[in-house]
């Protein structure tokens, strides 16, 4: 199920390759994995994930979130991939929850309003407080 935060970006549970055409056609140009391989059993592993994308004329980026958190480069990965894209992007993990939070963060770090993020994300059914402080401190102070 794909859930948009904003026209330029989505994300979702773990897809399948089999789910990459209707990717496509739904008008998405690229796909963002955050979930590392064998994180599950039976989860496909994102070198199928790629394949199927590369196929679909989809870009691919990899950007593994585990239990270990978020840190900067991995921020600085996902504003990239976004950076790169010439239209929407829809990024998976296993709940969708990781890869919303990385994309806050990342956009956060590069001046987004966390008032904004927060209100996009909980339009598609994601709970940002438990990183608001985060996403505050990222942003930087306001102008005055």
């Avoid at 549970?13 to 789910?19: E, F, K, L, S, V």
């Avoid at 055409?21 to 496909?44: F, H, L, T």
């Avoid at 927060?118 to 402080?133: C, F, K, M, N, V």
Wanted: charged fraction near 15%; aromatic fraction near 4%.
């Amino acid at each position: 199920m794909i859930r948009p935060l904003n026209d330029a970006f989505a994300v979702a549970p773990q897809i399948r390759p089999q789910d990459v055409p209707a990717i496509k056609a739904a008008g998405y140009v690229a796909i963002v994995n955050n979930r590392p391989d064998d994180e599950e059993s039976g989860q496909p592993a994102g070198d199928a994930l790629r394949a199927a994308a590369e196929a679909a004329g989809l870009g691919y980026t990899a950007i593994p979130v585990t239990a270990a958190g978020f840190s900067h480069p991995q921020l600085d990965a996902m504003a990239a991939a976004l950076t790169a894209a010439d239209g929407p992007v829809l990024a998976y993990c296993r709940s969708g929850t990781r890869s919303c939070n990385l994309w806050a963060l990342a956009a956060a770090k590069a001046g987004r309003d966390p008032g904004l993020l927060t209100t996009q994300a909980a339009g598609a059914g994601y709970d940002l407080s438990g990183i608001r402080p985060m996403l505050d401190a990222l942003a930087g102070p306001k102008a005055e």
